[in-house]
Each structure stands twice: as structure tokens, then as C-alpha cells.
């Protein structure tokens, strides 16, 4: 596994490199994409961090895994390629943002046009064997993840975390509070969407509210 990272997030992440658990992980990495079919594909697994340097991070949204489907993941948390049937969890976060922002359902599904506006799209776990979910879990990459986002709690100033559902919202303690937005709710997933957890948020008029009120110009989402 080539670490081919953004210089900004290179040099406050070197230590994490360096640290046995992070040498394993590249271990069981290297041999998964070897012996198996496994998502997203190399030169994508850090593409989040090459689409968002540190210092443009005015958003944070996390995701657990990547999709684990021929052809969907792209290294961007709930993101697909182009041309690529948006999957459902996909679909109620664009039919919440029509509902919030009166954004018109878009075509594509890849939120490379996100990122390049300052929106981390982190999955908490950056691999996984295809038709597999979970199958990359617990291996490293969550320490690592939860690494990234502290340094984003200490490094940026002004950040909206938008945490949906149980496991990101466990990632509130690592997050400073006094100088950063954090925003809960359910998962976009059907099961959690469903029960009333999720839609009527307004998660993204909430975070160009706050980004404005600090200077920060707001997402075209």
C-alpha cells in the first residue's frame, strides 16, 4: 500500500506511520488487495485527504466503510463514481438536502465536488474486501481515522462534524467542542431514515449558517 497523501496531512500524521499498528495494517492491507478483490482501488484508499488538504477542511462527515459493490466506492465517505445507481443511503441524504436547501436531486453521486470545497468525506475504515462489509474493520484503520480527526479538532479552526448515526456519533470525544460545530442525527440508511431519524435535519443549511457566521465561505452543495 503506497501512502500517497497530501503533504499538509503528511506532516502531522507522520507520527501515525511510524507507530507498529499503522506498519501491520499496510501488512494486512498489501496481502487483502493481493489475494482478494477489494474496494476502493489503490491509488483511491487516501483520496479524501488528496481532494481536502488540512488547511481547506471547513466540514467533516463520517462514514463507516466503503461500499463493498463492483465499481461504487471511491475513497469519498457515501460517494460513488460517476454513472454508478446511487445507493440508499446516498439517496436520502440528496432528498434531505432538496428538502433543506431546495438542492435538485443531482445526476452523479460522486461528491468529488464536495471535497473540492473543504468537505472531508472520512470513512472511518478506508478498505474493504468486495461483498464484505466490515470485512476491513478493526484492523488499524479505525485508530488511524480517529488520529485524523483529532488532528482536525486541534489543527483547523471552526469546523461543522456532521455525525449520523450511533458509531460517528461516538466520535464526539475526540473533537473540541468550544471551537468546532458539532451536528447529530440518525443514520441516512432506510432501517435508520425510516424510524424518523433522519430526515428534517438540516444539516446543511445548519453548517453554511455556521461557516458563514465565521467567515468561511458556505458549501454549494
Same mark, same amino acid.
Given at each position: 500500500?503506497?501512502?500517497?497523501?497530501?503533504?499538509?496531512?503528511?506532516?502531522?500524521?507522520?507520527?501515525?506511520?511510524?507507530?507498529?499498528?499503522?506498519?501491520?495494517?499496510?501488512?494486512?492491507?498489501?496481502?487483502?488487495?493481493?489475494?482478494?478483490?477489494?474496494?476502493?482501488? &489503490?491509488?483511491?484508499?487516501?483520496?479524501?485527504?488528496?481532494?481536502?488538504?488540512?488547511?481547506?477542511?471547513?466540514?467533516?462527515?463520517?462514514?463507516?466503510?466503503?461500499?463493498? &459493490?463492483?465499481?461504487?466506492?471511491?475513497?469519498?465517505?457515501?460517494?460513488?463514481?460517476?454513472?454508478?445507481?446511487?445507493?440508499?443511503?446516498?439517496?436520502?441524504?440528496?432528498?434531505?438536502?432538496?428538502?433543506?436547501? &431546495?438542492?435538485?436531486?443531482?445526476?452523479?453521486?460522486?461528491?468529488?465536488?464536495?471535497?473540492?470545497?473543504?468537505?472531508?468525506?472520512?470513512?472511518?475504515?478506508?478498505?474493504?474486501?468486495?461483498?464484505?462489509?466490515?470485512?476491513?474493520?478493526?484492523?488499524?484503520?479505525?485508530?488511524?481515522?480517529?488520529?485524523?480527526?483529532?488532528?482536525?479538532?486541534?489543527?483547523?479552526?471552526?469546523?461543522?462534524?456532521?455525525?449520523?448515526?450511533?458509531?460517528?456519533?461516538?466520535?464526539?470525544?475526540?473533537?473540541?467542542?468550544?471551537?468546532?460545530?458539532?451536528?447529530?442525527?440518525?443514520?441516512?440508511?432506510?432501517?435508520?431514515?425510516?424510524?424518523?431519524?433522519?430526515?428534517?435535519?438540516?444539516?446543511?443549511?445548519?453548517?453554511?449558517?455556521?461557516?458563514?457566521?465565521?467567515?468561511?465561505?458556505?458549501?454549494?452543495?
Amino acid at each position: 500500500m503506497n501512502v500517497s497523501i497530501h503533504q499538509s496531512w503528511k506532516e502531522v500524521l507522520q507520527e501515525e506511520f511510524s507507530k507498529p499498528y499503522f506498519e501491520q495494517l499496510v501488512l494486512f492491507v498489501k496481502r487483502e488487495y493481493s489475494e482478494n478483490i477489494c474496494y476502493p482501488k &489503490g491509488q483511491q484508499i487516501f483520496s479524501a485527504f488528496n481532494h481536502c488538504p488540512l488547511p481547506e477542511v471547513k466540514v467533516v462527515i463520517i462514514g463507516q466503510d466503503p461500499y463493498h &459493490g463492483a465499481g461504487q466506492a471511491n475513497g469519498l465517505c457515501f460517494s460513488v463514481h460517476d454513472g454508478i445507481p446511487h445507493p440508499p443511503s446516498l439517496v436520502n441524504i440528496f432528498r434531505e438536502l432538496n428538502t433543506d436547501l &431546495g438542492v435538485p436531486y443531482p445526476l452523479s453521486g460522486n461528491l468529488e465536488r464536495w471535497a473540492s470545497q473543504g468537505v472531508l468525506l472520512l470513512n472511518a475504515t478506508l478498505t474493504v474486501r468486495a461483498n464484505s462489509a466490515g470485512s476491513h474493520q478493526k484492523q488499524g484503520w479505525e485508530t488511524f481515522t480517529d488520529a485524523v480527526i483529532k488532528a482536525v479538532s486541534t489543527h483547523c479552526n471552526h469546523v461543522v462534524f456532521m455525525l449520523w448515526g450511533g458509531y460517528a456519533k461516538e466520535k464526539a470525544k475526540l473533537i473540541d467542542p468550544t471551537k468546532h460545530c458539532i451536528l447529530t442525527a440518525g443514520h441516512p440508511s432506510p432501517l435508520s431514515a425510516n424510524r424518523g431519524y433522519w430526515f428534517g435535519n438540516k444539516h446543511f443549511s445548519q453548517a453554511n449558517a455556521y461557516l458563514k457566521a465565521n467567515g468561511k465561505n458556505e458549501i454549494i452543495w
